[in-house]
């Protein structure tokens, strides 16, 4: 016989079989419910102070005063275009890290700026400079430094209704939430009378705000 087989009643003091007590039915209130809810709460609060952490954090500083460093496949060394930027920067347009994402030849001069957006909201600004390097140079400069700068280059080639100059298109996601294209384009180089010998040439930054409904 093993213990499964034994009688399980219980012997009292006269040896009468007396019941066996039951054990007490559980009473009061679960605590679970209510460390769940508290749980929950403290998931809650903690997920809401990481977004407040993120989305306080200060956007990267502007490059200013650095100094010109080489780029891989041009001889031309590249410069931050922050301060030839100037003009067309203002009221947190564009954003830091598109403005950041510029350079411009060492030796560049900024001969004028334009405003393309008129009223319609959407940020298009462009500045115009003159180097002393020739056309293919700078073509070559910004087809190295666009994508070094994070630029996705979509176009290269001919500029429309610019007869003679040559363009190289880029986007890139901007930290205010839209996406930015940057255009530069160059004019021929040009040998003028008491010029430079090896002649000077005039480039356009241009840079764009995509709207909400662009492609």
Avoid: C
């Avoid at 040009?190 to 709207?211: H, K, M, N, V, Y």
Wanted: hydrophobic share 40%.
């Amino acid at each position: 016989m093993t213990l499964h087989d034994t009688d399980t009643e219980v012997l009292g003091e006269d040896e009468a079989p007396v019941a066996p007590l039951r054990p007490p039915t559980p009473g009061g209130i679960s605590m679970r419910p209510a460390m769940i809810v508290l749980g929950l709460a403290v998931l809650i609060l903690a997920l809401f102070v990481t977004i407040g952490v993120l989305s306080s954090q200060s956007p990267a500083p502007v490059r200013s005063g650095a100094a010109a460093s080489s780029v891989a496949g041009t001889p031309l060394r590249a410069e931050p275009a922050t301060a030839a930027l100037s003009p067309i920067v203002g009221g947190g347009q564009p954003p830091t890290n598109i403005v950041n994402a510029v350079s411009v030849p060492a030796g560049s001069v900024r001969v004028s700026h334009q405003n393309n957006a008129a009223d319609s909201g959407q940020y298009d600004s462009q500045v115009v400079f003159r180097s002393g390097d020739s056309q293919g140079s700078l073509l070559a400069f910004y087809a190295a430094d666009m994508r070094l700068q994070g630029w996705q280059v979509f176009d290269r080639g001919p500029a429309a209704n610019d007869p003679g100059a040559l363009e190289i298109l880029g986007k890139l996601a901007g930290s205010d939430g839209y996406y930015w294209e940057m255009g530069a384009t160059i004019s021929p180089t040009t040998f003028t009378r008491g010029g430079p010998a090896r002649g000077q040439t005039d480039f356009t930054i241009r840079l764009l705000q995509e709207s909400d409904d662009s492609p």
